[in-house]
C-alpha cells in the first residue's frame, strides 16, 4: 500500500513497548512496525512472539546506541515515525549504575535523533534551518520523575520545572532535553510524553505491583520501602498506549503532553489492595490456588490462602533520594485530544493480577537467572 505508515518502535521487548506494539498493530491496518530492541534483562522475545509473526513486524536485536545499525534500518525501512521507549527503566539499577543508564537513555536517544536527521532532512530554508520530509515525527517517551517530588499538595504540569534526583530520572530529563534542541536547533518533528507509573500484563516483577504479586504467589515476604507513605499516580498501561498513539498521530508537533491517572495511591496501600485482591480471587475462583507455591491445605482439605495477609509486609531501609510525592496533571492531552484514563484502578489492578496468575510461565521465563541475583543482592542487606 502507498499511504502504509512504517513505525520504528525501540524497546518493544519490554512492558510499555510490547503492550502499545500490540495496541497499535490491533488498532492500525495500515502500519507495519520495526522493532529495535538489544533483550537486556528487561526486554524478552516471549513477550512479543505472537506480534513478530503478524507479517507486519519486524524484530531487529540490536543497540539503540549503535549508529550504523540505525543509518542501515531508516535506508531500508524509509520510517515515517519513531517511537523511543528504549531505556534502562529501573530506579534502583540506576543507582548502582547510572552509566549504563547515561549511555542508553541519553545517548542512545541522541543517537536515534541524529540518524532520523541524516534520513528525513531534505534540504534547507532561506534562514539555513533544515528542511524536513513531510508527515514524520520522533517521539519519545518520557516519564513525571523529570518533574522531581511533590509536597502535598499540586501536580505537575508541562511547564513544572525539572528538577529530577535520581540517575534514572536525570538521563531521562537529560534525553527530553536533547529532544527539545533538536527541535528548537533544527526544528525537527518531535513529540514528547511525560506518563505516571504504569501498571498492567508483561510488567517486569522487580517493579512494585508485579513484584509484589510474585512474592505473594511465592509465599516471601513482601518488602515495602521506608514506611510506605510514598504516593504515585498509578495508570493503566493500555491507557498509556492509547496516549502516545493520540500524540505521535495528531498531537501538535514540538509539544510536550503529561500523561496521568488522577490515581494517587501510597505504596502502602497498593501493596495491601493487591494482597486484598488475591485473596478476593482466590476465595471466588479457588482454581487459582494452584498456582500458589506453597501448597498447605485449609481445614476444608483446598489450598490454604490463611496466610496471605498484611503480616507478609516488610518495612525495608528506603531507597535513597526517594521521591514523596509524584501526580500529573493531563489537562493538556484531555483539552487537546479527547484522552483520558478510561480504565479504573479497581478493574485495572483485578486484570492484572488474574493476568499474572494466568501467566506465570512467563513469569517463569523472564525471571531466571539474572533476576534472581539481582534479587538476592538487592533485599539482602535490609
Ligand atoms: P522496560 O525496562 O520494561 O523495557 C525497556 C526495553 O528497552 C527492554 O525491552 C530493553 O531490552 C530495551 N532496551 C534497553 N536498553 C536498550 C538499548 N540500549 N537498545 C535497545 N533496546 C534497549 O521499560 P518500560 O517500563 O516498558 O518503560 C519504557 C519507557 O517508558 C522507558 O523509556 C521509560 O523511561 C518510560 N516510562 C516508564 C514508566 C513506567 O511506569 N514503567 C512510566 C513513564 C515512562
Redesign the pocket.
Known amino acids: 500500500q502507498t499511504n502504509m505508515k512504517t513505525y520504528l518502535v525501540?524497546?518493544?521487548?519490554?512492558?510499555?513497548?510490547a503492550n502499545y506494539l500490540k495496541y497499535i498493530l490491533a488498532k492500525h491496518d495500515d502500519i507495519r512496525v520495526v522493532v529495535?530492541?538489544?533483550?537486556?534483562y528487561?526486554?524478552n522475545l516471549a513477550t512479543i512472539s505472537k506480534d513478530i509473526d503478524n507479517e507486519r513486524c519486524y524484530f531487529v536485536k540490536?543497540?539503540?546506541?549503535d549508529r550504523s545499525l540505525a543509518d542501515q534500518l531508516f535506508a531500508d525501512y524509509k520510517f515515517d515515525y519513531i517511537v523511543n521507549?528504549?531505556?534502562?527503566?529501573?530506579v534502583d539499577r540506576s543507582i548502582d549504575n547510572p552509566q549504563l543508564f547515561l549511555q542508553?537513555n541519553i545517548l542512545?536517544t541522541q543517537n536515534l535523533l541524529d540518524a532520523a536527521r541524516r534520513a528525513w532532512v531534505t534540504g534547507k530554508d532561506e534562514f539555513g534551518y533544515p528542511t524536513w520530509r513531510k508527515d514524520v515525527r520522533f517521539h519519545q517517551?518520557?516519564?513525571?520523575e523529570v518533574y522531581g517530588s511533590l509536597g502535598p499538595e499540586g501536580y505537575f504540569t508541562e511547564e513544572t520545572p525539572l528538577c529530577p534526583h535520581s540517575p534514572y530520572s536525570a538521563s531521562?530529563t537529560s534525553a527530553d532535553l536533547i529532544v527539545t534542541a533538536y527541535r528548537d536547533t533544527y526544528k525537527m518533528p518531535v513529540t514528547i510524553t511525560r506518563?505516571?507509573?504504569?501498571y498492567g500484563p508483561y510488567h517486569?516483577p522487580e517493579?512494585l505491583i508485579p513484584l509484589i504479586i510474585k512474592n505473594i504467589l511465592e509465599g516471601k515476604r513482601l518488602p515495602v520501602y521506608g514506611n510506605g507513605s510514598n504516593v504515585r499516580d498509578w495508570l493503566y498501561v493500555e491507557d498509556h498506549c492509547k496516549a502516545i498513539d493520540l500524540v505521535v498521530r495528531k498531537g501538535r508537533n514540538g509539544e510536550i503532553y503529561n500523561v496521568g491517572g488522577h490515581n494517587e495511591k501510597q505504596n502502602i496501600e497498593i501493596v495491601k489492595l493487591t494482597i486484598e485482591t488475591i485473596r478476593r480471587l482466590m476465595t471466588e475462583e479457588p482454581a487459582y490456588r494452584k498456582v500458589l507455591k506453597k501448597k498447605e491445605l485449609d481445614a476444608n482439605g483446598n489450598i490454604s490462602i490463611d496466610w496471605i495477609n498484611d503480616s507478609l509486609i516488610t518495612f525495608v531501609k528506603d531507597r535513597l533520594g526517594h521521591d514523596q510525592r509524584y501526580a500529573i496533571d493531563p489537562t493538556k492531552i484531555t483539552n487537546e485530544l479527547g484522552w483520558y484514563p478510561e480504565t479504573k484502578f479497581e478493574d485495572g489492578i483485578v486484570k492484572t493480577i488474574i493476568w499474572y496468575l494466568n501467566n506465570q510461565e512467563w513469569v517463569n521465563s523472564v525471571t531466571s537467572g539474572d533476576y534472581q541475583n539481582y534479587y538476592e543482592n538487592m533485599y539482602k542487606n535490609r
Open positions: 525501540t524497546g518493544a521487548a519490554g512492558f510499555i513497548g529495535l530492541d538489544a533483550l537486556t528487561a526486554g540490536g543497540n539503540i546506541c521507549f528504549a531505556a534502562e527503566s529501573h542508553t542512545g517517551v518520557s516519564t513525571d531521562k506518563c505516571s507509573n504504569n517486569f517493579k
